[in-house]
């Protein structure tokens, strides 16, 4: 039985010089992935039946990186000769010599295709019985790019690179973008043909369509009105670019699946974010990572959360978070610094100027002001006091720190780990908890309070403070 329908190339072998950087291109990142997983993710809703990466450059780390992404993709080297041309030819050379299905070729570097627009143009593809479809636009400015060139009747008559192109030709706005269908047969024998006689010496992909025309084979070039679908980053302010679209559009999906986002130009949130309808994002918030957040929350201003699930109408504003998971209807900030391991319960509060790690804070619980909570396990209905520490590091280890239910920690706490301090107490202010407490205790070990009364009179004569004191009568 003969392998059917569709591949997926995408071409990763470039350089990438102009983004002057040691990190391969493919591998910088917008909306949370990098440029390739993107691409990734658009051939992935095709279902093909295979996915082809082409790779040169930096080849083990940006192979690593796809496969991390796509297991399933079969990975092959380009050689020395240069070229799309090339790199599509040796890719389908990976694929079963029975495989007479479509193929399409995406570049790794243009990470704003979608699905729905490779559907359709494969669907356009195969109904017309082409042999070759791509992806044009209409650029005010299509200086460097591949120009379409059409006969009188409009008919697609060749691609010409700007390099090679006339100066005639260099007028035309119809642009290459890029991105094709072909027939596997007609595609194989055209590139068998086609050689490197060109001003930049490579084996151009584009010359494909000239072939396949030769041949007797159909092509179409279909214009999209929407020029980011082709978009490629080749430097840093394209990766902006591109970068701020995407944004855009993940913030309008969102805003159409029933989020409020007041101000989508300051409010970023990655690919993978999931966000349910009925919660609102104030400006100057980073969603990012796997997080997820539940119906009713209202999230920002100024918060970013990396990786946390929240729960229903829970309440964040003005602090960052990592890896935690906030239970429904919890309150947090402003200015908390909630570190990877926070796990708030239900109707939890961590408030003002708190720094947590590692901290599993049961349902209702509060650490409401100016503390540090590491490497700790509180119970539910605990109230930990103002400015209380638990001091989890020895100088050489962790430890950790246990508070039952319904305890109540006094202001200013030092709780020096390991500790427990069992259900049902309570801690004095001040306190620097050392031993265990057993349940129902009051925990103090400040000094009584000792007033030296005259004090101020004599030690401070002459002071307004000593002023004040004479005015009371002292
Ligand atoms: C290519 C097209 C041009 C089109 C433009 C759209 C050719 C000859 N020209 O030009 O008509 O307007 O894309 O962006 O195809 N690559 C390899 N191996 C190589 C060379 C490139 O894998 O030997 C990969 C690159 O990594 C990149 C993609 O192919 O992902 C496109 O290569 P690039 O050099 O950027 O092509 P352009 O010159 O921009
Ligand atoms: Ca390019």
Redesign the pocket.
Known sequence: MSERSLAVVI????QGTRMKSSLPKVLHRIGGRSLIAHVLDAAAGLAPTRVIA?V?HDRDRVSEAILDHAPDTTIVD?DEI???G??VELAISALPDDFDGSVVVL????PLIDSATLDRLVRGHIEDRRSMTLLSAIYDNPTG??RILRDADGGVTG?V?EKDASEAQRRITE????IYVFARAALQSALAGIDTNNAQG?K???DAAASILSDGGAVEAVATDDPWL?A?VNDRAQLADAGRELNARIVREHQRGGVTIQDPATTWIDADVSIEPDTEILPGTHLQGATSIASGAVIGPDTTLVDCEVGAGARIRRSEATLAVFGDGVEVGPFAFIRPGTELGAAGKIGAFVETKNAKIGDGSKVPHLSYVGDATIGTGTNIGAGTIFANYDGVQKHHTRVGDAVRVGSKNVLIAPVAIADGTYTAAGTVVRKDVPAGSLALNVAPQRNIEGWVAEHRPGTSTAEAAERAGE
């Open positions: 071409l990763a072998a470039g082409v040169r380009q240069p070229g799309t090339r790199a570049s790794g570097d243009a790019l591949g691609i690179e642009i290459n973008g890029g490579e151009y992909l584009t082709i490629g």
